[in-house]
């Protein structure tokens, strides 16, 4: 018997540009440094205009005198407040709107789904069309629907409707 002698070849390496991870890496902070460059360049004209224009920037603007009114706050507020107060008594405000919000959505949801289990006919259809309308309406359009349609015609607020527990309508 023959033997055969079996020359395995190296694979060549290459060029370095043609490893993937390589040209990953090369890519990636080729674009890190386009993004870096170009933050710094928008931040850098910023800065250049403001200072042009002699306008101040910053959060100092948080410590002057708001000087407007907000008629429903969790917090004493004043127009005499600062412009933080004015900010944190927006954000407690809708935190509280959020909740009620939250509480009241479910609540209907709830009544809403025990009426489609209902045995009552026209309870289960009238829980039924609700439902059915209203989750085919997009939520911008029923907000135009309850502003136009039904807050614009109240009354203004010196001809204010009364209604129980200090609440008005207008």
């Not at 023959?2 to 020359?7: G, N």
């Not at 710094?40 to 959060?59: E, H, M, P």
């Not at 359009?141 to 008005?168: C, D, H, M, Q, T």
């Amino acid at each position: 018997m023959a033997s055969q002698e079996i020359l395995r070849e190296e694979p060549s390496r290459g060029s370095f540009i043609n490893d993937p991870k390589v040209r990953g890496i090369f890519f990636q902070a080729v674009v890190v440094i386009v993004l870096v460059a170009l933050v710094w360049w928008i931040v850098q004209n910023t800065i250049d205009n403001l200072t042009r224009l002699r306008i101040a920037s910053g959060f100092g603007f948080l410590r002057g005198r708001a000087g407007f009114d907000i008629s429903d706050s969790a917090i004493a507020y004043s127009s005499d407040s600062t412009y933080g107060r004015a900010i944190l008594v927006g954000f407690i405000n809708t935190l509280i709107v959020a909740a009620a919000g939250i509480v009241t959505a479910t609540l209907i949801g709830f009544i809403l789904g025990i009426g489609r289990l209902s045995h009552n006919w026209l309870i289960r259809k009238i829980c039924m069309v609700y439902v059915e309308v209203f989750r085919n309406i997009p939520p911008l359009l029923v907000i135009f629907f309850w502003y136009s349609g039904v807050l614009a015609v109240l009354p203004i607020p010196r001809e204010s409707i009364n209604l129980p527990f200090g609440s008005f309508l207008n």
